[in-house]
């Protein structure tokens, strides 16, 4: 069935359902993983006069550790639960553009990641990924709330 699964996470307590989920699919089918976080452009989240107080290499050093953080995690439960795991951290991406390149590039089967189940103005500012995702990709995708 699937062989090849991407498990999409921020390192949120709901994407770490995610991860669960998807290990415990993969461990399953006897399935690899690749787990992935994605970044933002530094522009999208430092614009205008935040750009000079944030400057771009405290903005890229910061994401890189925490990137790390999130991927090191999963990598050590896929360790434990004897799934094999690659990591990825997708850099300078909106989190639904990375996903679904990522999954291209590695060519998976499987899409996994968390929902926010953000609504009203949080979702009008905000944007659905997971929805983005869902009508975007060319492989089924698995949604977590």
């Given at each position: 069935?699937?062989?090849?699964?991407?498990?999409?996470?921020?390192?949120?307590?709901?994407?770490?359902?995610?991860?669960?989920?998807?290990?415990?699919?993969?461990?399953?089918?006897?399935?690899?993983?690749?787990?992935?976080?994605?970044?933002?452009p530094?522009?999208?989240?430092?614009?205008?006069?935040?750009?000079?107080?944030?400057?771009?290499?405290?903005?890229?050093?910061s994401?890189?550790?925490?990137?790390?953080?999130?991927?090191?995690?999963?990598?050590?439960?896929?360790?434990?639960?004897?799934?094999?795991?690659?990591?990825?951290?997708?850099?300078?991406?909106?989190?639904?553009?990375?996903?679904?390149?990522?999954?291209?590039?590695?060519?998976?089967?499987?899409?996994?990641?968390?929902?926010?189940?953000?609504?009203?103005?949080?979702?009008?500012?905000?944007?659905?990924?997971?929805?983005?995702?869902?009508?975007?990709?060319?492989?089924?995708?698995?949604?977590?709330?």
């Open positions: 069935m699937f062989k090849h699964i991407l498990i999409a996470t921020d390192g949120s307590e709901l994407a770490h359902k995610a991860v669960a989920q998807g290990l415990e699919i993969a461990k399953a089918l006897g399935a690899k993983v690749t787990a992935i976080t994605v970044t933002e530094w522009a999208a989240v430092a614009p205008g006069e935040v750009a000079m107080a944030f400057p771009i290499t405290e903005y890229e050093e994401v890189a550790v925490n990137a790390n953080k999130i991927l090191a995690a999963v990598a050590d439960e896929a360790k434990a639960a004897g799934v094999p795991c690659a990591t990825q951290h997708v850099r300078d991406q909106f989190p639904a553009e990375g996903i679904i390149e990522a999954a291209e590039k590695h060519a998976c089967d499987l899409i996994v990641m968390a929902s926010h189940g953000r609504r009203g103005l949080m979702r009008i500012l905000l944007g659905s990924q997971a929805t983005k995702v869902l009508t975007s990709s060319s492989v089924p995708v698995l949604v977590c709330r």
